[in-house]
């Protein structure tokens, strides 16, 4: 084992003493013997350092003023030795077998970041049953990157990657994001969403260093909870995020890709942006739909909106109880639905541009709406149907 790659695990923590000892255990307690575990503290109030130093010598601690995630990282990173370095929110926990399964993919050639889907969890530790990320790419992404931008390979997972030393001294020190207002929504404390934290900001520049590398099963626990920031945000304020994120990764890639001498199109890559489409497709909505107005989405809940959007009702479909409750199986169950929804109170459909396959599957009711209802607006991001006038189009 003294021939063995040294791995570093890197616990970063803000109160969160409540789940700090699960993490480190976690941390601690890996089939893969080799590794060295650092917790970083950036100023806990809430016990946390006293938590820490119950652990001894088992692990490294380093206690610092707050200064944000990323500094944390930062402080983590310059004391780790490791060939391959894992970072870990401390509301996250690691399975045991996280850094066996991240070396024997780092064995391939050119490989500088591994990832792994996550398995959540609540605030008890007990498994929900979703698992985060099954599909994520994988392979040489450079080529994808520099044409499509952030959004064509930025995956990216808390607690959910490991990457080699090479490529984070070529990165490293992460940067300073706390004076970025437009990135803090909210004020719900120092969560990894709170901020652009460093799990976009490598996820997006890795491709440029090398191969991405996927383990199939997953290797750690994503924690759902009360102080999960993003996750309590209105539609609204996720999207003023997500576009502000969007614009900091993206002017970091160009950047970056400046440095290696290589041009990048960031304007090609912002009109291909997930955030700036649902941008315009909600300001093409509140253009068509009057005041109060209720609408069909049909978007899979993949934008996650509220059951208002600009001031009008939105419907998911299909719907129960005025949730998303999933694909129709046929053609003839969404035609009864859309039939059902108009009959109590539906205006419009709005199919979202994710959605568009969904004329091809559901043929029958891509005819139905095509034939039955005038379309006002048919564009790159939406296609709507006024529904309040039924009657054979010519």
Not at 249 to 255: H, R
Request: hydrophobic share 40%; proline share 5%; aromatic share 10%.
């Amino acid at each position: 084992m003294t021939n063995a790659r040294l791995a570093s695990i890197i616990v970063n923590n803000y109160n969160y003493g409540r789940f700090l000892r699960e993490a480190v255990d976690s941390a601690l307690n890996q089939t893969y013997r080799n590794t060295e575990v650092i917790v970083v503290d950036d100023g806990s109030t809430d016990g946390s350092p006293d938590i820490i130093a119950g652990y001894g010598d088992r692990i490294v601690p380093v206690l610092k003023q707050n200064g944000g995630q990323n500094s944390a990282l930062n402080a983590g990173f310059s004391l780790s030795r490791g060939d391959v370095i894992l970072f870990l929110d401390s509301d996250d926990v690691l399975l045991p077998t996280a850094v066996e399964a991240a070396l024997e993919a780092f064995a391939e050639p050119d490989v500088v970041k591994v990832y792994w889907p996550l398995v959540e969890c609540d605030d008890s530790s007990r498994k929900t049953g979703k698992v985060w990320c099954r599909s994520l790419p994988d392979g040489d992404l450079r080529d994808l990157l520099l044409r499509e931008g952030p959004d064509g390979v930025a995956a990216y997972l808390p607690s959910g990657n490991a990457h080699t030393r090479g490529f984070l001294e070529s990165v490293f020190p992460l940067p300073d994001v706390r004076g970025n207002p437009d990135c803090s929504p909210s004020d719900r404390g120092r969560s990894w969403t709170a901020r652009p934290g460093p799990d976009l900001y490598l996820a997006t520049l890795a491709p440029l260093h090398g191969r991405l590398k996927l383990v199939a099963e997953p290797q750690a626990c994503y924690r759902i909870h009360g102080g999960n920031g993003y996750q309590s945000l209105k539609f609204e304020d996720k999207l003023r995020f997500d576009i502000a994120l969007f614009d900091y990764v993206s002017q970091a890639a160009a950047e970056h890709c400046g440095k290696l001498g290589i041009s990048v199109d960031r304007e090609q890559w912002k009109a291909k942006s997930w955030a700036y489409r649902v941008q315009q497709a909600a300001r093409d909505i509140g253009s068509l739909i009057p005041m109060g107005g209720a609408f069909i989405l049909v978007d899979e809940d993949c934008w996650k909106t509220d059951s208002f959007l600009s001031g009008r009702k939105r419907i998911p479909f299909l719907e129960r109880d005025g949730q998303y409750w999933g694909r129709p199986p046929d053609d003839v169950t969404a035609i009864q639905e859309l039939e059902r929804l108009r009959e109590t109170g539906a205006e419009f459909i709005v199919f979202a541009w994710s959605s568009f396959w969904w004329f091809d599957y559901y043929a029958g009711l891509h005819r139905h709406l095509r034939t039955g209802f005038p379309c006002l607006l048919e564009n790159d991001c939406l296609v709507v149907f006024d529904l309040r006038k039924k009657g054979r189009l010519v």
